[in-house]
């Protein structure tokens, strides 16, 4: 079984910072991708962020302010989040592209969501 376990939401005044945090843990051989999707209300899942390898991604709204970065020793993915605006509030999902030991396919997984409040 693999499991992301989330860390780091909270609530932020405007121009705040936050850091989120996402681990992996069970029987992993491997993370290809790791992203950073977030749920507003009354909006789709967005992605905000993707690294693969050291290749980074971001969404237009957030360039300039978050950082995603990854440890893959310890199966951890971050999403540095600075100069936070009221509209980045949602609750932030990691997902992860994760081979298993044992296996030749690779499978997709979320973390639990972490809240993240921006307030004006």
């Known amino acids: 079984q693999v499991q992301l376990v989330e860390s780091g939401g909270g609530l932020v005044q405007t121009g705040g910072s936050l850091r989120l945090s996402c681990t992996a843990s069970g029987r992993i051989f491997a993370i290809d991708t790791m992203s950073w999707y977030r749920q507003s209300p009354g909006h789709q899942r967005e992605l905000v962020a993707h690294i693969m390898s050291s290749t980074t991604q971001y969404a237009d709204s957030v360039k300039g302010r978050f950082t995603i970065s990854r440890d893959d020793a310890k199966k951890s993915g971050y999403l540095q989040m600075d100069n936070l605006q009221p509209d980045d509030t949602g609750v932030y999902y990691c997902?992860?592209?994760?081979?298993?030991?044992?296996?030749?396919?690779?499978?997709?997984?979320w973390g639990q969501g972490t809240q993240v409040t921006v307030s004006s």
């Open positions: 997902n992860f592209r994760i081979l298993q030991y044992g296996s030749s396919k690779w499978m997709e997984y």
